[in-house]
């Protein structure tokens, strides 16, 4: 209501689907979707930010590496549901808890899931940038946009 963007950390359930129905603008996480969520979603255009690198990291670093490793499956069945049903993909790492620089790792994960190359990597790129409504500067090469890298600057077209 106060025009800010909203960011919701859930897994599934009820409580997802109220944040959903409240306007959130992205769901973080979302292991357990159902398609009552999935489609309460596309209709609403909320966002959904797979966090796959965080769980993995829980998995193989953390003190639940057994709990972790038993969402595998809950992971990749709602990530597909989610795209199945039109809902709007975009890569997160929630990678506070073990440091940053996990962005490769989350897009590996996501391809690893079944998603086709090109949908992943839009994941991390064009959707991340309008999820953060940063799609005019950022996401996507074209004139005048942000470039990142070793490049820098803005791209011009030429490089």
């Known amino acids: 209501m106060a025009g800010v963007p909203v960011a919701c950390h859930a897994h599934g359930g009820p409580g997802l689907l109220r944040a959903v129905r409240a306007d959130v603008d992205t769901i973080e ?17 909320t966002r959904y930010v797979r966090t796959l690198a965080v769980y993995h990291w829980h998995a193989t ?6 709990q972790a490793r038993s969402l595998d499956d809950a992971h990749r069945r709602s990530l597909v549901l989610a795209l199945d049903a039109g809902v709007r993909v975009a890569l997160g790492t929630d990678s506070g808890s073990y ?13 690893a899931a079944g998603v086709a190359p090109a ?10 940038a309008e999820c953060l409504g940063l799609a005019r500067e950022r996401g996507t090469l ?3 946009k942000a470039v990142a890298g ?10």
């Not at 979302?30 to 009552?36: E, M, P, R």
């Not at 949908?119 to 991340?128: E, N, Q, W």
Request: glycine residues 22%; proline residues 3%; positive net charge.
């Open 29 to 45: 996480h979302g292991v357990w979707l159902d398609q009552s969520c999935v489609g309460e979603m596309a209709r609403r255009g």
């Open 61 to 66: 670093r953390g003190s639940a590496q057994k």
């Open 99 to 111: 440091g940053h620089g996990g962005t490769a790792l989350a897009l590996e994960l996501i391809a």
């Open 119 to 128: 949908v992943t990597l839009a994941t991390g790129t064009r959707a991340a």
């Open 142 to 144: 074209g004139p005048g």
């Open 150 to 159: 070793p490049l820098g600057g803005v791209w011009d077209g030429r490089r």
